[in-house]
């Protein structure tokens, strides 16, 4: 019997591993000089860039020639695509964030949207009505099973936060079934021993 009760609370112990820790990753193109194409430079976080137009597929981290003192990400010559690997972001975004500069030239809409996207192109959330003339945080929460974010065009963004999402934890339920599956499960192991000898 004892060895049953250390089984199952062995599986209950072990039902915290099965959930994914969330992790945040933070992006600022500080690292890179000015005009680098950042595409894939963040891939290894989980994180790529792509323009939507043919003539802005390559994106730049830029000071705009001194007009940030900074690098930000370029999107000046359209929209732009943030796509998540699947594998660093499995259940998604807990929260994400960015600061949308205004830019120096007067360029952006009083209204435009940020979009965001499941795995099979499906509009999840827009966050409509935003103002790209001001510089701005952009913070959304509970994002799960977004796997693309639109950015709107005619913007400088910069200091980007993906936050991601953990796996559900069980519910009370689930666990006390999975505890006692391990229990059923030693008792097997027990009666064939018992049966070999």
């Known amino acids: 019997?004892?060895?049953?009760?250390?089984?199952?609370?062995?599986?209950?112990?072990?039902?915290?591993?099965?959930?994914?820790?969330?992790?945040?990753?933070?992006?600022?193109?500080?690292?890179?000089?000015?005009?680098?194409?950042?595409?894939?430079?963040?891939?290894?976080?989980?994180v790529t860039f792509s323009g939507e137009t043919t003539y802005n597929q390559d994106l730049q981290a830029t000071t705009d020639s001194g007009a940030f003192t900074t690098n930000t990400l370029d999107a000046t010559r359209g929209a732009v695509d943030i796509f998540l690997d699947p594998t660093a972001f499995a259940y998604g975004l807990n929260s994400f964030g960015v600061t949308s500069l205004a830019d120096p030239f007067g360029q952006g809409s009083i209204s435009t949207a940020f979009s965001f996207y499941d795995s099979k192109g499906g509009l999840i959330y827009s966050l409509d009505q935003f103002d790209q003339t001001q510089t701005q945080l952009v913070a959304v929460g509970n994002l799960m099973g977004v796997s693309k974010i639109v950015l709107p065009a005619d913007a400088y963004y910069d200091d980007f936060s993906f936050q991601a999402a953990a796996a559900p934890v069980p519910e009370a339920g689930t666990a006390i079934s999975f505890g006692a599956l391990l229990t059923l499960g030693g008792m097997a192991v027990l009666r064939r021993r018992h049966r070999a000898k």
């Open 1 to 46: 019997m004892k060895v049953i009760s250390l089984i199952a609370a062995a599986g209950l112990l072990a039902l915290p591993s099965l959930a994914h820790a969330a992790g945040t990753v933070k992006i600022n193109f500080n690292e890179v000089q000015d005009g680098t194409v950042i595409n894939t430079t963040y891939s290894s976080l989980g």
